[in-house]
């Protein structure tokens, strides 16, 4: 199991690590509403380049991708249950509160970013 997990940790915390890297330094905000009530400070710059010229949301995707390499490296695809229910769940929240938000803040840039960038999975149009 660990041939297997382990380069799913890998990439889910290399994303992770990157995301909130780039949040800091480049959005200098947090992209993220909690049913449309601000939870941090609203992010001042649009990210598309860098881990967010690949993925919409790099934080879910590694967040996704830590769970499914300790799934498997606790072999239970049991453990895969908690993490298919968190990206549904996500993926709604993102296109309900969050997408909205950043299309009142960013406009047209965000659109055409939205356009041509995946949701979550990288590379996946």
């Known amino acids: 199991p660990i041939v297997f997990g382990a380069p799913f940790l890998a990439l889910g915390a290399i ?5 909130n890297i780039q949040m800091k330094r480049i959005g ?7 049913f449309n009530v601000a939870i941090g400070e609203r992010t001042k710059n649009l990210m598309t ?3 967010y010229k690949h993925t919409r949301n790099p934080m879910l995707f590694g967040v996704f991708t830590l769970y499914i390499g300790i799934s498997l490296l606790t072999n239970s695809y ?5 993490p298919a229910i968190f990206i549904a769940y996500m993926s709604w929240h993102v296109k309900k509160f969050e997408e909205p938000r950043l299309l009142l803040d ?6 055409r970013y939205l356009r041509k960038t995946p949701m979550i999975v990288p590379f996946l149009i």
Do not use: T
């Open 28 to 34: 200098k905000g947090n992209p993220a509403d909690g």
């Open 78 to 82: 049991a453990a895969l249950v908690f």
């Open 15 to 19: 994303y992770i690590i990157l995301s």
């Open 106 to 111: 960013f406009g047209d840039e965000y659109e």
């Open 49 to 51: 380049e860098g881990i």
